[in-house]
C-alpha cells in the first residue's frame, strides 16, 4: 500500500474537478516527485477507467483519484425555481436553455468507487463526506489507500472511524469547494495551521494539509506542524498540463479580481472563488441544493465560458503566486 514516505517532495496536486485535473496534470506532479490527484466528479465510469488508463501511460509513479461523496436531501423545489427565474435573463443573453427539472443523481459512486477496486489505484480520496466501513474495507482488500477531505475535528473523526489511512484538512483558504460533509453545513472557517494540528492530535493520522500554501515557507511551516505534506491547487492552474479555462487563467493576475469568497451560487455548494458579477449577483440568494443547482447553471457556464464575470473562477486566497510554468516547476519551488 503507498506510503507518503515515498515521496521525493511532499507535495499534493488537489483534485480539480470539472476538467482543471487533467491526466497530464496528475502525471506531472507525480513525476516530479509528488503526489498527482484527478478529480473524477462528474466522470461516468467508463470515462474513470480509460482516465487512469491514460494517467498509466503517463507515469509509474503513485497517484490519486478522488470521489465526491453523495448526499441527497429534501430538495427544495420552490428555492430551485426562484433561483431558475432570477439566472433567466443571464440565460437569455447569453442563449443558454436553462433546465427546468433536475433529477438528483449519486454521479455514478458505487461505480466509480469498483473502477477505483479493479483498477487497484493507489490512493483513493474523498470529498463531501466518508464511505462506509464497507466501502473502505473493499478498496483496502485491493491495496488502496483511502484518505478523506475534511474541515474540522469532527469530520476527521468520523473519516477516522470509518477506517481512513489518511486526511486531508483542508483550511479556509482553499480554493474550489468546500468539503464540509453536509450539504447544509456552514464552514467551520478554520486556517490550515490550526486545522492541521488540530486533526493530527485528534486521530493521529497522517495529515495532507491544503489551503493557502503560496511558498515554500508555507510548506515547512506546515510540515513543521505535522503535516505529511501540502497539497496545492490554486497554483497548477496557470500549469500548461491543466485543464483550466483560458479566462480562468488570466482573471488570476487580472488587477480587477483582488479577493476570494465562498459561495453557494454555482453548484449549491459552498466553494471559494474569486469575486466576480456571477458570485455578487447570486451568492445572497443561491439555494442550498445540490446537485441540482450545478446543473442549472451548466448551461450558463458553458455559453459564457470566455467571460470571467460568467463563470467559476475556483482560487484560493494565495492566487496571486500561481505561475504559467510547468507543474514539475511548480513542485520544485515548493521543496522545503
Excluded at 5 to 24: C, N, R, V, W, Y
Excluded at 26 to 54: C, D, H
Excluded at 196 to 217: K, N, Q, R, W, Y
Aim: glycine fraction near 10%.
Amino acid at each position: 500500500m503507498f506510503s507518503f514516505d515515498l515521496l521525493d517532495a511532499p507535495i499534493a496536486g488537489a483534485p480539480m474537478a470539472g476538467g482543471t485535473s487533467t491526466p497530464e496534470l496528475t502525471a506531472a506532479v507525480s513525476n516530479a516527485g509528488g503526489l498527482g490527484f484527478y478529480g473524477a466528479a462528474y466522470l461516468s465510469p467508463e470515462q474513470l477507467r480509460e482516465t487512469i488508463a491514460v494517467i498509466r501511460s503517463l507515469t509509474d509513479k503513485p497517484f490519486g483519484i478522488n470521489l465526491f461523496v453523495p448526499e441527497e436531501i429534501p430538495f427544495d423545489a420552490a428555492a430551485f425555481d426562484a433561483y431558475r427565474e432570477r439566472l433567466q435573463p443571464l440565460a437569455d443573453r447569453l442563449g443558454a436553455a436553462l433546465p427546468t427539472e433536475v433529477p438528483y443523481t449519486d454521479d455514478s459512486f458505487d461505480g466509480k468507487v469498483q473502477v477505483l477496486i479493479d483498477e487497484r489505484v493507489p490512493v483513493a480520496s474523498f470529498t463531501f463526506g466518508f464511505p462506509s466501513a464497507e466501502t473502505v474495507a473493499r478498496l483496502h482488500e485491493a491495496g488502496v489507500l483511502v484518505a478523506g477531505t475534511v474541515t474540522c475535528v469532527r469530520e476527521a473523526e468520523i473519516a477516522r472511524d470509518a477506517g481512513a489511512d489518511a486526511l486531508c484538512a483542508q483550511g479556509v483558504s482553499a480554493g474550489g469547494h468546500r468539503a464540509t460533509y453536509g450539504i447544509l453545513d456552514e464552514d467551520p472557517e478554520i486556517e490550515t495551521l490550526p486545522l492541521t494540528t488540530g486533526v493530527i492530535e485528534a486521530t493521529g493520522l497522517p495529515v495532507v494539509a491544503a489551503g493557502g500554501v503560496a511558498s515554500a515557507d508555507d510548506v515547512r511551516a506546515l510540515l513543521a506542524a505535522g503535516a505529511v505534506a501540502a497539497q496545492i491547487g490554486t497554483l497548477l492552474l496557470r500549469c500548461p498540463e491543466a485543464g483550466t479555462k483560458q479566462a480562468h487563467r488570466d482573471a488570476l493576475v487580472d488587477p480587477r479580481f483582488t479577493e476570494t469568497v465562498t459561495t453557494r451560487a454555482y453548484s449549491g455548494r459552498l466553494a471559494r472563488g474569486l469575486v466576480n458579477a456571477f458570485i455578487d449577483e447570486h451568492t445572497a440568494t443561491a439555494p442550498p441544493v445540490y446537485p441540482q443547482v450545478n446543473k442549472l447553471t451548466g448551461p450558463i457556464r458553458k455559453a459564457g465560458s470566455s467571460d470571467p464575470d460568467v463563470i467559476n473562477l475556483w482560487a484560493g486566497s494565495g492566487f496571486r503566486a500561481a505561475q504559467a510554468v510547468p507543474a514539475a516547476e511548480v513542485v520544485a519551488g515548493l521543496r522545503p
